[in-house]
């Protein structure tokens, strides 16, 4: 089916309706097995980065959170309940707690909430002595957690016991992989292969884990893409698909430190070295660069530099045909 500029802008329209119905909020109402498959390779990538059971913080998540239900999550993407400290020099959220008005964290995204929860627990000395336990101990890690302060409720630890034993969240645990885990995490890359059990996610016994799941991924020129949101970044968006940097980076013809605008075209494979057919020639628009051109119709910037014959890092006028399909002849 042809890929014209006014067809892809219906696709754009639909997508965008999709993900401001995903990511306006977090979503309401979700049942605690819906939460734990939405998070649960989450919770196992930073159980191998971070040397955390997977069971402990998934089982802290579901806790702390209300399975992404709570106040705190929606409005804040906190779902561990983690408050400001004197070191918090990002946003924060005000809401009662143990006193009125207290400071909590806010963050961009629920990725960048698990993420910092595992630095939350490896930087203080006050949970040190946890990283002692086994890591399929998860019972002492539970009474670990009381025992360094992190929660006021006595039940504590017998909360998050019933959360693992009656979901069955031990199973996470056995994706540990010793040799990536906890030897300077902030210097490892993310990548984790777990085994693929079946089509459309990976399959943990009964947990589906989907990283699909929370994004609206369609295919453009056929590469799987989506439209960013507000304060995505190309490395959580790497964390959350389990993609190495350099491979989010060489999807989008991006380098590291650029920005990722709202509503931008995030590609998830390489793109394709034409556009679809029907879509032979761009007419360049004020305002728009060669990446644009390239983002919007699925190509890979080289190709586009080659097919016109232009060189590396220079931009074409407003008003030139770019070709999409075919080389120009000189």
């Not at 490896?122 to 890591?135: E, H, M, N, Q, V």
Request: hydrophobic residues 35%; charged residues 25%; positive net charge.
């Amino acid at each position: 089916m042809p890929f014209h500029r006014t067809g892809s802008l219906y696709f754009i329209i639909l997508l965008l309706i999709a993900v401001n119905f995903s990511f306006g909020s977090t979503p309401q109402n979700l049942t605690r097995q819906q939460y734990i498959d939405q998070f649960a390779k989450v919770a196992i990538q930073e159980m191998n980065e971070f040397h955390i059971p997977a069971s402990i913080i998934m089982a802290q998540a579901c806790l702390e959170s209300r399975d992404g239900n709570s106040p705190l999550a929606v409005d804040a993407n906190n779902h561990f309940g983690i408050k400001c400290n004197s070191s918090w020099t990002g946003p924060f959220i005000r809401q009662d707690d143990d006193i009125r008005n207290e400071c909590f964290r806010k963050y961009n995204s629920a990725i960048e909430s698990f993420r910092d929860h595992s630095k939350f627990l490896t930087g203080s000395t006050r949970y040190a002595f946890l990283f002692d336990y086994d890591i399929r101990d998860y019972k002492k890690w539970a009474y670990g957690l009381k025992k360094a302060g992190y929660a006021t409720d006595p039940q504590y630890p017998e909360r998050l016991l019933k959360i693992i034993n009656d979901f069955q969240l031990s199973q996470l645990d056995e994706y540990y992989n010793s040799k990536r885990s906890y030897t300077t995490p902030e210097k490892r890359e993310i990548a984790y292969n777990l085994p693929t059990k079946r089509k459309g996610g990976q399959v943990i016994n009964n947990f589906l884990i989907n990283p699909y799941q929370t994004r609206n991924v369609e295919r453009r020129n056929g590469a799987k893409a989506f439209i960013a949101k507000e304060g995505d970044t190309y490395e959580q968006i790497a964390l959350e698909f389990s993609l190495k940097e350099w491979e989010i980076f060489k999807y989008n013809d991006a380098q590291k430190g650029d920005k990722l605008s709202k509503d931008a075209i995030v590609y998830l494979q390489t793109k394709r070295g034409s556009a679809p057919r029907g879509n032979d020639v761009h007419v360049m628009k004020k305002g728009e660069t060669l990446w644009d051109v390239a983002q919007w119709y699925g190509v890979r910037l080289n190709a586009l530099y080659r097919k016109n014959r232009m060189e590396r890092g220079t931009e074409p006028a407003v008003g030139q045909n770019i070709s999409l399909r075919k080389k120009v002849r000189k």
